[in-house]
């Protein structure tokens, strides 16, 4: 069974860089039949994809968020981290890392979700 | 970007009722259509994808069917553990996107 585990800091100042890392398990970042993608949710609202990642470190990054967010890929720890940068209120938001199947495009693996709350 | 409409916004429903969800793209996306179901402070749960194809364990009371611009899920018999908030994503292009949700309470 896959399991998809979000960990970083639960409170970052406006301005700073927001950093999370997904760790998985049951399942390897270096299989070629699926990318990495981070999900946000913000308080009460509907879904906003990040971005993803491939194995092979090639990105996809949301146009809205382009300018601010970096994702990386640690094959050798089975994880993968965003960064989004110059954060602001409008990021607080619970943050989700999920698994996503090539061939449909369908995000078939979540992990639990990390509430991360922009704030001085 | 491709904006995703759900209708209705929510709705109030018995167990034992047939469920029905609509999911309209703002331009074709054939079936490139998944649907997911989120319950409260839980991550949201795989449930159809490619419009019609049922996710592996996702009981067979659930069903999708559409194509184009125009989709739906539909629950045959509600039963008290589908009271939650469900999502249609299109996997057409990205940014991929995804519907505001429809919320499915007790009546």
């Known amino acids: 069974q896959v399991q998809l585990q979000e960990s970083g800091p639960g409170l970052v100042k406006p301005s700073q860089t927001l950093s999370l890392t997904c760790t998985v398990s049951g399942g390897s970042v270096s299989s070629g039949g699926h990318y990495w993608s981070w999900i946000r949710q913000h308080p009460g609202k509907g879904l906003e994809w990040i971005g993803y990642?491939?194995?092979?470190?090639?990105?996809y990054y949301n146009p809205s968020l382009k300018s601010r967010v970096t994702i990386s890929i640690d094959t050798s720890k089975n994880q993968f981290s965003l960064k989004l940068s110059s954060v602001t209120a409008a990021d607080t938001a619970v943050y989700y890392c999920a698994r996503v199947v090539v061939g449909t495009t369908s995000f078939d693996y979540w992990g639990q979700g990390t509430l991360v709350t922009v704030s001085s | 970007d491709i904006q995703m409409t759900q209708s209705p916004s929510s709705l109030t429903a018995s167990v034992g009722d047939r469920v029905t969800i609509t999911c309209r793209a703002s331009q074709s996306i054939s079936r490139n259509l998944n649907w997911y179901q989120q319950k409260a402070g839980k991550a949201p749960k795989l449930l159809i994808y490619?419009?019609?194809s049922l996710q592996s364990g996702v009981p067979s009371r659930f069903s999708g069917s559409g194509s184009g611009t125009d989709f739906t899920l539909t629950i045959s018999s509600l039963q008290p553990a589908d009271f939650a908030t469900y999502f249609c994503q299109e996997s057409y292009s990205p940014p991929w996107t995804f519907g505001q949700g429809t919320k499915v309470e007790i009546k």
């Open positions: 990642i491939y194995y092979s470190g090639s990105t």
């Open positions: 490619d419009a019609s």
